[in-house]
């Protein structure tokens, strides 16, 4: 291709080539004021919205083939939609399925963690035999260097033991729980600890065989100086079923309500509750009085009295929110604190977690910097560019 350009420039006159250059020329300067006014619409926030828009409306816009089906297709594929409603409701049995399972199995793990609980509340000591723990690394030392460390940690221990008194059970395990997990430490409030130090253990309870759906979880507390109650619960009620009026949400069960417990606090020490002062001046007289008003205050808590769902199902934008991160965090207790409590109270469930997004982040950097390597071996490639984004980026 590059002989055939080269044989035709020869054979142009030098006349018809000065009127390429200037066509060029003119080319070019039209390229510049195109780019320059391109520039300026990107530095503008309203057009930039008004495109965001746009491009908003076309996310999930249907192509306008359906529409275009002839009505015998349109009729095969209503008959395909009648099949997936079929599939729905199969799936709906399959999840009841699971529900009885995870009935099933609850039982077989109670008795383990009835003893964890023992252990934490000082009810049970674990024998020597109970407590051996191989760390990761001891794997790679000899059987005689880790009994020799045994026996160096164990005299260690004692010195420890007489300089101060042994605690019992494990202190404040739930609250470290709690204050380990940002989607829990976020409702703890400073005046919720002295409380949660006295939390024992928290369990799940199913529905029973044949009842509807649901689960309850159940915190176990020891006599305080806060409230009487030594249990408190919250319910969450699901639902396993395709909605009639569509169908094709269903994704599994949902929550449908949940209800939680009144909690009998102790004159002077309910946290979910705060004074304040404020001062009126009376409009006439221009007299100053003080009034006192008892205000909700935020506390862990508040978990145990959650909006109520109207039978209507309508309900405001705030509460919608509220409820929609109290079924999360009751999803997120039954689901991975209680059946992993101890691996939350070290911290190993948690950077667990974080390894997963660590390998994404590492996976994105290497993508970063082949891309870079690319870059630098490319003999077009001009690092000046890159110093120098374009509007449209830096707008970003």
Not at 144 to 159: I, T
Request: aromatic residues 8%; negative net charge.
């Amino acid at each position: 291709m590059a002989d055939i350009d080269n044989k035709d420039t020869a054979e142009m006159d030098p006349a018809d080539m000065e009127d390429v250059e200037e066509v060029e020329e003119e080319e070019t300067g039209e390229d510049n004021k195109a780019r320059q006014l391109t520039v300026q619409m990107m530095q503008n926030p309203q057009i930039l919205a008004a495109l965001q828009e746009r491009l908003d409306g076309l996310v999930g816009s249907p192509s306008g083939y359906m529409e275009s089906l002839p009505k015998i297709v349109k009729r095969r594929v209503n008959a395909l939609k009648n099949l997936q409603v079929k599939c729905a409701h199969i799936e709906a049995k399959f999840y009841e399925e699971v529900h009885e399972l995870e009935r099933k199995y609850a039982a077989l793990y109670q008795p383990l963690f009835d003893k964890r609980s023992e252990i934490i509340k000082a009810a049970y000591e674990p024998t020597d035999e109970e407590c051996e723990w191989k760390a990761d690394d001891e794997e790679e030392l000899s059987v005689s260097k880790q009994d020799e460390m045994k026996d160096k940690a164990k005299v260690e221990e004692e010195k420890k033991d007489e300089e101060k008194e042994d605690p019992k059970g494990i202190p404040e395990f739930w609250l470290t729980v709690f204050k380990n997990v940002d989607l829990l430490s976020d409702m703890l409030q400073e005046h919720d600890e002295p409380i949660l130090k006295h939390l024992q253990d928290i369990k799940v309870k199913f529905s029973d065989a044949g009842q509807p759906m649901s689960f309850t979880l159940e915190f176990f507390f020891e006599p305080n100086d806060f409230f009487t109650n030594t249990l408190l619960t919250k319910t969450y009620v699901m639902r396993s079923e395709p909605d009639e009026t569509d169908p094709f949400s269903f994704d599994g069960p949902e929550i449908m309500r949940c209800t939680g417990c009144p909690i009998d606090w102790t004159k002077g020490k309910n946290v979910t509750l705060k004074t304040i002062k404020k001062k009126q001046k009376h409009k006439g007289r221009g007299t100053v009085r003080t009034v006192t008003k008892t205000v909700p205050n935020d506390s862990f808590f508040n978990f145990f009295s959650p909006p109520e769902v109207p039978e209507s199902g309508e309900m405001d934008e705030d509460s919608e929110a509220v409820l929609a991160a109290d079924f999360e965090i009751g999803h997120f207790i039954r689901e991975r604190i209680v059946p992993r409590a101890v691996l939350y109270f070290t911290g190993e469930a948690i950077e667990d977690d974080d390894d997963d997004y660590d390998e994404e982040g590492e996976e994105a950097d290497d993508e970063e910097g082949e891309e870079e390597a690319d870059e630098e071996n490319d003999p077009e490639y001009d690092p000046k560019k890159d110093a120098n984004p374009p509007a449209e980026c830096k707008q970003q």
